[in-house]
Structure formats: structure tokens, C-alpha cells
């Protein structure tokens, strides 16, 4: 197809392939995520075959190797070359490689985060390309969230009769453990791994990102957030201010390249902790931390 639209998060992320560009497919994890296309979008990337014509004077001012178990796809390894971005003047270019594709395959990211049309070039691709293969869609999801002053996090999410629960905290605090425990007690699970924060009239929504093969889009009012850590029994500790905003900010996903960008977050944060109680939660990895919760609603 030369053409096809996506709703992640809420937003309408809309692909089309220009003049000699490649054939666009979606990837397994994007089926549940295409929406009947009516030429409106809140981003729209336009795909070019070849290689984008850069200024001779770009500054790369962030850069990414590879240091990353990818499981049974891909076995253990490291690439300087993974991921930069570019800048000149106030354009943007984002360089990559597709770790899970061919090695000749490349593309090449002209974006802004004033305006929602954005240019992909790419080379090498045999046969249809997804526009939106890893590592394009974290990086397409985090510099959009930029540009609309959401927020990007590691965490897990729930929604129980009718509230939201975000559990964020460092890798092995139990983000996952927690999503399952709540499921079985009949919560339903937005999403285990990368969530997006958006700001609404009514306060805040957490929303899910496609990782999994059978995701569909999932989203909830965040009524609370955990900052969770495994203890030897259930105990949560309201967190507020610097503390609480310093906290949560930990757990971002960011790009520390431009203080514009992170007074941006900063701003984005300040609002979410004046509205959301924040607390840090030593859970028991048992229904008991379900109930726990529950009990000492804030």
C-alpha cells in the first residue's frame, strides 16, 4: 500500500509513500492500530526511497549505540551506530539502523517539533517497508509527545472500576509483577512496559504503545501514581513536590539534548503532580498489594 493511517495513544499518525518512495506495510504489532484513513492527522510522514539530503554542517547532538537484549529475535550485541539525531539551525535529523531487519537497511528522519509533517528517507529496503519498525516507533512516539507537551514513561498501568494506576520505578521494581497482579483481581491491564501520559480537559490519560503482537489501543483516567519498589510488606508513603516530580521524572523516557525539551517535561510534570497523587509503594508481590492499595486511597 502507498498509504495508511494509525491511532496511537490517540493520535492519528498518518504514513504516505511519495513519488518512487517504497511500498508501506504495517507490522504485526500496528494491525489492531489502523483506522479508516480521511485525509486529517496529528502527524503525517511522508517516505522517500534514497538518502536525505543533509547540510554538510549538521551537529549531532545525541547519540545512541545499541546495548540491548533483544531475546530470541536477536542475540545480544552492541552497535556504536545505533541511533543519532542532527541539528542545524532549528532542523532536526534522526539517523538509524533496523537491528531486526537487514544490515543495509537504513532511514533517516527530517523532523520538527513545531510542525506535524515530517520526511523519511530510507534506504535499502527490499520489498514493503513499516515506517514504524523498531526503533522508529519509540523514537516517532517520544518527539511527538514532545511536540503535544505529553509525557513518555516506563511503567505499567491498570484501570479499575472506572481509575487508573501507573506503577513506574527502575527496572526489576516489579512494573510487570504488579500489572499481573491486578489483572487477576479483575483490573484490566493498559499496558506493562512504555505508557504514554496525555493531558485532557478532565486532568490526565494514560495510554498503552504497541509492543505486542495482539495489542490494541487501551486507555484509562489516571487517577494515581505508584513509585514501586519489592518490600517485605505493603507500605505507601504519599510523595509531593521536588521529591515527587524528581521521582517520576527518573522514569521518563527523554532526550536530554535540548534544555527546551526538558524545561518542557519539567512544565508538563509540575501540572501532573498538582493534580495526581504520587506515592512510593513497597509492595508484596500477592493479592495483598491490590488490596493494600485500595485501602489507602489518598
Known sequence: MKEYTLNVAGYRIRFGSMIGGPDLAPGPRFQRNVVKSDGSYDLFVRVHTGVFPAPENMKRVFHAPLMEDLGARVPIRRLENFWSVYKHKSGLMLSTVFPLNSPDLRGSLRYSLEIPEWDLYVEGAKGPFDPFEYPLDGLILYYLTVMNGDIFIHGSAVEHKGKGYLFTGISGSGKTTMARIWEKEGARVIHDDRIIIRRVHEGFELHNTPVYNDDEPRSAPLSRIFLIAHGMHNEIIPMRGAN??????????????????IGQLTGSLYLLIQTTPVCGYWFVPDSSAVEYALTHES
Open 244 to 261: 515527587a516530580l524528581s521521582r517520576v521524572m527518573s522514569n521518563c523516557i527523554q532526550h536530554n539534548w535540548s534544555t527546551e525539551i
